[in-house]
């Protein structure tokens, strides 16, 4: 499997953006998608989930109510639309296909994008 992010730029604080996630090859052998990020200095955490064949989403608390995860099955894309962005939503953000494990944990993810940067300024 194969992932690539794209759509990473500035925008200003209150601002929106939409980071995107291509996948190709062997996707069925995944459950879901994720959306991770890293700030400069942190450790990366969980943003967002999506499950494949129903749709259903999960998000980390810092996000919910801002950010939208959504996907297209038969583009076997993945989208993150940010709205409301903070300062403190600037960081890499990565996608991540996830075959095992708890969807919250980057460990359960064996397939990574290369990263998109987002900055939020104030």
């Known amino acids: 499997v194969q992932l690539q992010a794209s759509g990473g730029g500035l925008v200003q604080a209150g601002g929106s953006l939409r980071v995107s996630c291509a996948a190709s090859g062997r996707t069925s052998v995944t459950y879901s998608m994720g959306w991770f990020r890293q700030a400069p200095g942190k450790e990366r955490e969980f943003v967002a989930a999506?499950?494949?064949?129903?749709?259903?989403?999960f998000y980390a608390d810092s996000v919910k109510g801002r950010f939208t995860i959504s996907r297209d099955n038969a583009k076997k894309e993945v989208y993150l639309q940010m709205n409301s962005a903070k300062p403190e939503d600037t960081a890499v953000y990565y996608c991540?296909?996830?075959?095992?494990?708890?969807?919250?944990?980057?460990?359960?993810?064996?397939?990574w994008g290369q990263g998109t940067l987002v900055t939020v300024s104030s």
């Open positions: 999506i499950y494949w064949n129903d749709g259903m989403t």
């Open positions: 991540a296909a996830r075959t095992r494990g708890m969807l919250r944990l980057a460990t359960a993810y064996d397939y």
